[in-house]
Nanobody, 121 residues
Framework: QVQLVESGGGLVQPGGSLRLSCVAS????????IGWFRQVPGKEREGVSC????????YYAESAKGRFTISRDRPKNTVYLHMNSLKPEDTAVYYC??????????????WGQGTQVTVSS
């Protein structure tokens, strides 16, 4: 099972930016689609964005389009989620996951522990 570690979360003001990182220390991420998801207490985990393994094709949820960018750095074995124009409703725990391309939770079998993103003034 792939072990993933997220980092880069924190407190940011509305309109600000953050870059989340997803790293695998003992496995290459090249063979997996990598997804970013988020979850707030009492709500289901929702897909934000994903990037394919074959050609780095990307897909975004409507809430992320135009503001978030997912990218992969293969030499660093890292996938990033660049988040701009952040809104209070983006506040959540963000998770990265390895699996198949898409935004359904059941497509992904390996998950990180999550990183908290709080957007507040």
């Amino acid at each position: 099972q792939v072990q993933l570690v997220e980092s880069g979360g924190g407190l940011v003001q509305p309109g600000g930016s953050l870059r989340l990182s997803c790293v695998a220390s003992e496995f290459t991420l090249d063979y997996y689609a990598i997804g970013w998801f988020r979850q707030v207490p009492g709500k289901e985990r929702e897909g934000v964005s994903c990037i394919s393994s074959a050609d780095d094709s990307t897909y975004y949820a409507e809430s992320a389009k135009g503001r978030f960018t997912i990218s992969r750095d293969r030499p660093k074995n890292t996938v990033y989620l660049h988040m701009n124009s952040l809104k209070p409703e983006d506040t959540a725990v963000y998770y990265c996951a390895a699996g198949r391309f898409g935004l359904r939770v059941d497509l992904f079998g390996s998950w990180g522990q999550g990183t908290q993103v709080t957007v507040s003034s």
